[in-house]
């Protein structure tokens, strides 16, 4: 038997049309999993790739920006699907400015897409586990900003620094009813999310020069890691939070 295979589970992936979200879907999906795609736009492309490597996609527009959709979500996921397996908190989005300007707006809608749907999500998620009598994995897409500063992004530091902490309190709470949370925290990757830093020759450089691998990470890299923590081989593997860097923490 081999313990990463995913056949016959279903995968809630949050912002799967772009992007990581993408490149996890798709990878979950050649590891054998079908995938509830949850985002505002249409996952298109990742349903056309997740039904290359033969497995089905099944989309629902939802807008993550506040908890409104959740259990609508979940009890979709779950008409399709029968049950879900495995929860990908991957949605989520940026806003730079200096701290001495940052508004309230920037800084709510942060917190509100990158953690508090992350939490409530996975509340919903784990209570139709808990009700089935079943265990499940969640597996929280954090950041390098779970583990350091950064700069000019106080709203999305401190969210994925409170997700890297949730990980932990989850995995605290539910690993005992066969619940595994666990993070990934990809380094600097080519997707929308770091598309000024690259557009800017000083960061860009910067950037590269720091990361051992020499380049910035390709949305594939991080379909091994989900895969990892979606599947049996990662049965006592709680709360942990993997980094997928090009060694960029250990520098
Ligand atoms: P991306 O290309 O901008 O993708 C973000 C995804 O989140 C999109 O699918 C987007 O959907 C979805 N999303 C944003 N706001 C949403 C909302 N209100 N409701 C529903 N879906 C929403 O960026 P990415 O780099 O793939 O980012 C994916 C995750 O990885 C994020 O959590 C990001 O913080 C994290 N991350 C990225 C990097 C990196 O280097 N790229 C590094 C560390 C962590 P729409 O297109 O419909 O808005």
Known sequence: MNPFDLSGRTALVTGANTGLGQAI???????????????????????????????RLHAIAADLSSIAPVSEIVAQAVQFAGAVDILINNAGIIRRNDSLDFTEQD?????????????????AVARTWVDGGRGGKIINICSMLSFQGGIRVPSYTASKSGLAGLTRLLACEWAGMGINVNGIAPGYFATNNTEALRADETRNR???ARIPAGRWGDPSDLAGAAVFLSSDAAAYVHGTVLAVDGGWLAR
């Open 25 to 55: 879907a798709v990878g979950l999906a050649e590891a054998g999993a079908d995938i509830v795609a949850v985002g505002r736009s249409a996952p298109s492309e990742t349903a056309q790739r997740v039904e290359s490597a033969g497995r």
């Open 107 to 123: 800084w709510d809608a942060v917190i509100d897409t990158n953690l508090k749907s992350a939490f409530f999500l996975s509340q």
């Open 206 to 208: 910067d950037i590269l």
